[in-house]
């Protein structure tokens, strides 16, 4: 998350039960990693109007173990967004990851793959 924050502002945009999702952030440390900055809905990819009139940004880029979710992402924000699909992770696993459209942008092993992006790597296309 470190590595993150000197690309851009992170913030984590979660699905999940309100109650539950909180405290598994907090106790992973990722709360305190993006200072507070986390938004946590039932179904992320609807309220991603939201996301931006909270958070402003000419480009975002999304990370995460769904597929689906990020092609619904996608098509929504278009070329506004970058999708990084991370195959970790039972979701990842499943035999429809490799099938959804549009596909992600990047594709990742690993969560810590990320420490080899650079901030050109997320860039808004010409």
Known sequence: ????????????????????QPRKIQRSGLWDA???????????????????QRYPAKHYVMI???PNLLAAMKT???????TV???????????????TRPAPDEVI??????TRYRLSDFQEPP
């Open 1 to 20: 998350m470190a590595h993150l924050a000197t690309l851009g502002r992170p913030v984590v945009l979660s699905d999940g039960d309100i109650v539950f």
């Open 64 to 66: 995460d173990d769904k």
């Open 85 to 99: 699909f991370v195959r970790q992770g039972h979701y990842a696993l499943a035999p429809e990851s490799n099938s």
């Open 34 to 52: 993006v200072d507070g900055r986390v938004m946590i809905y039932l179904h992320k990819e609807r309220v991603l109007d939201h996301m931006q």
């Open 109 to 114: 092993e690993r969560i810590s793959d990320l």
């Open 76 to 82: 929504i924000l278009k070329e506004k967004v970058t």
